[in-house]
């Protein structure tokens, strides 16, 4: 009968080491534009970003409630920006940035639910009116405004991304 109480003691201990890494988190995360003149929003659970490793911003965010267990019946959507050359500080990528010069968007409409399936639509950057702004980066808290031109990758579709903010947090170990 050791064994058992032995487990579950180790259990319990495991749980309350764990739980102080969710409340970690200080800053609650937000991303919001408009994307083809609709709204887009994100919330804390699905916006992911990534410290710059190696000098490159990672941001990435799904629609609202897409971390939810059952996840929304709605489209999920995704929006992915990568840019080089980030040193962690406020600064400014202008259109010459954007496409082979350092800075990638991503945009993919209506992610399949099935493994492997295709989205409703991907659009990558295009040549445009593109700007991202890091406006403050405080620790592993950064927050910035941004604006892209993309075209889908099939139908070469225009989307315009406007009025984008965002505050997000490194919240890697």
């Known amino acids: ?3 058992p109480k ?3 003691a180790t259990l319990m201990i495991a749980s309350i080491l764990a739980a102080p890494t969710a409340v970690l988190a200080d800053t609650p995360q937000s991303l919001s534009a408009k994307i083809g003149g609709k709204p887009f929003e994100s919330d804390d ?3 992911l970003y990534l410290m710059p490793t190696k000098s490159t911003l990672n941001l990435m965010a799904a629609t609202k409630g897409a971390s939810a267990y059952p996840p929304p019946k709605t489209p999920i959507d995704r929006l992915a920006i ?3 050359n980030f040193d962690a500080k406020p600064v400014k990528y202008a259109a010459k940035d954007f496409g082979g010069h350092g800075c990638e968007v991503k945009f993919v409409q209506g992610v399949s639910k ?3 399936g295709e989205p409703q639509a991907e659009y990558r950057i295009a040549p445009g009116n593109n700007v991202l702004e890091i406006t403050s980066v405080k620790g592993k ?3 910035g405004k941004f ?3 993309l075209v889908e990758v099939k139908t070469k579709a225009k989307l315009s991304i ?3 903010t965002f505050k997000a947090e490194d919240r890697q170990k």
């Open 1 to 3: 009968m050791r064994a």
């Open 6 to 8: 032995a487990a579950v």
């Open 45 to 47: 659970d699905g916006i």
């Open 82 to 84: 990568m840019c080089k």
């Open 114 to 116: 099935t493994p492997m």
């Open 141 to 143: 808290v950064i927050e």
């Open 147 to 149: 604006a892209f031109e």
């Open 162 to 164: 406007t009025d984008g």
